[in-house]
């Protein structure tokens, strides 16, 4: 009986020692977030881009039972594309692309927190104008989608320095 005691107390008093650095800000997911996104640049595929980061952000961050507020989540992205001089053969050349997004995460007072990330990827153009269509654009979504979803953590394990106003 006596052991049972002091296994019930060594165990009460042993805990993990492992504490996270950031906790999830679960009641931001009660709210519902105006996810506003745009170009820095106007290109052809502009518009595209910033469907895609507005789409993947609100499937993360925004539920249906969510209460509406005055959150809202501005985000800038910028694309550039650079050839890496690199060739595999004579036929094929390795591209590079960098997307830049900066965002700014409001409530009813004002800025709560802003930051800024960058996203790479390479792709290879070679004679097959179809396989340099699907390689671009395979990696544009694939940088955003990632693009997104860091921007989202950030968000939500951001320390709040001050109470949130939704």
């Known amino acids: 009986m006596l ?10 008093f042993s ?4 504490k996270p650095i950031y906790k999830i800000n679960e ?20 518009r595209f881009e910033s469907q895609i980061v507005e789409k993947y952000i609100n499937q993360k961050i925004n539920k249906q039972i969510s209460k509406n507020s005055s959150l809202k989540l501005i985000v800038l992205i910028e694309r550039s594309q650079s050839n890496l001089g690199l060739q595999k053969d004579l036929s094929t050349t390795k591209y590079n692309i960098t997307y830049t997004a900066d965002y700014i995460f409001y409530d009813k007072v004002g800025a709560i927190t802003k930051g800024n990330l960058e996203k790479f990827s390479s ?8 396989a340099n269509l699907i390689a671009e654009t395979d990696t544009n ?8 979803q860091d921007i989202v953590n950030l968000i939500l ?10």
Do not use: A, W
């Open 27 to 46: 009641k931001l997911l009660n709210y519902k977030i105006q996810v506003i996104v745009k170009n820095k640049n106007e290109n052809k595929n502009s």
């Open 123 to 130: 792709f290879d153009l070679g004679d097959n104008s179809y």
């Open 15 to 18: 805990g993990c020692g492992f």
């Open 141 to 148: 979504e694939n940088i955003l989608k990632s693009l997104s």
């Open 157 to 166: 394990s951001m320390n709040l320095k001050r109470k949130i106003y939704p």
């Open 3 to 12: 052991k049972l005691f002091l296994f019930f107390i060594v165990l009460n």
